[in-house]
């Protein structure tokens, strides 16, 4: 079972204590945010609230938006074991077909 959660530690700890496996982190912050300053910002509280929860015992996933300049960058947070770009897959899809927005994700996220 797994819960979306603001990367902090205080409902990590919460999740824990709730034998709770997965904790799942937005990346709707880093996508929407305002300059790349303010995104590596977003990136480098999702890396500490992945290590955070790692340290607990939780997995760790991504979920939410991307846009095409965050995938490399979500893809080297360490202890993030999965990530689903919901929103930016569907998009992909529309004009690629499936296998050519996996494709071009995979890409991107290198």
């Known amino acids: ?3 979306l959660v603001e990367a902090e530690a205080a409902p990590l700890k919460e999740l824990s204590r709730a034998h709770v496996q997965w ?6 912050p880093a996508a929407l945010a305002s300059g790349i300053e ?12 992945a290590l955070a929860a790692h340290r607990l015992g939780l997995r760790v996933a991504l979920l939410g938006p991307t846009g095409r300049q965050l995938p490399s960058a ?24 499936w296998e050519g ?4 994700y995979q890409r991107l996220m290198r």
């Open 1 to 3: 079972m797994g819960v």
């Open 23 to 28: 904790a799942y982190f937005s990346t709707e």
């Open 38 to 49: 303010a995104a590596q910002t977003e990136v480098l509280r999702l890396s500490s609230a």
């Open 74 to 97: 979500l893809a080297r947070i360490e202890h993030v074991e999965e990530i689903y770009p919901a929103p930016d897959l569907w998009g992909l899809a529309l004009r690629l077909g």
């Open 101 to 104: 927005a996996l494709s071009e």
